[in-house]
């Protein structure tokens, strides 16, 4: 349900940014704190399969830059390759600057999780669209995560008596 919300939005959003003026080319800055020298970043498309990159650059002096052209604009990650996390973005023909930093962490499976949350993305008007137009639902995802959290004892007690058939349990 949450995929297919946040494809409408995005189709929407594409659709409403047709018209005006547009630039033949975009061009990604980054200067994000935290990735290492000859890091392999990518821009994917946001989608639900696998898909190819639409394009790959190397950090130099905590640097890096994408240049290139789009058809219509992709909803899309930054990424590093091989490894975890990303920011979510709109590509569009504009020139696009990424900056702030990442923290790293180990995942359980010899990948780096580095963690996209301080880094801002500026220059992209669809992407000012999109974060104002997605930040009720992540409000909202904030408010259920503190609540699974609070009562994640009383949630665990409910699936057990689930499980279990116990009716006494459950309406209690």
């Known amino acids: 349900m949450r995929h297919v919300f946040t ?5 929407s959003m594409l659709f409403a940014s047709c018209s005006g003026e547009k630039s033949d080319v975009y ?7 935290g990735l290492p020298d000859s890091t392999v970043v990518l821009i994917i498309p946001l989608a639900h399969t696998s898909e190819a990159p639409l ?3 190397t950090v130099i002096d905590g640097k890096f830059e994408f240049t290139g052209t789009t058809d219509e604009p992709i909803a899309s990650l ?6 975890y996390g990303s920011k979510r973005f709109i590509l569009e023909n504009a020139d696009i600057d990424m900056s702030g930093n990442v923290s790293a962490s180990e995942s359980g499976d010899g990948r780096i999780l580095y ?3 301080d880094v801002t993305v500026a220059g992209s008007p669809l992407t000012d669209e999109y974060i104002v137009k ?5 409000r909202i995802d904030s408010i259920m995560t503190s609540n699974q959290s ?7 007690q409910l699936h057990k008596a689930m499980a279990d058939r116990n009716q006494t ?3 209690s």
């Open 27 to 33: 061009t990604i800055r980054g200067e994000i704190e």
């Open 55 to 57: 394009a790959e650059t």
């Open 134 to 138: 997605m930040a009720p639902r992540y």
């Open 7 to 11: 494809t409408s939005l995005l189709c």
């Open 169 to 171: 349990a459950i309406d």
């Open 150 to 156: 609070t009562y994640a004892t009383l949630i665990e």
């Open 115 to 117: 963690n996209f949350n």
């Open 78 to 83: 930054l990424t590093v390759k091989d490894h």
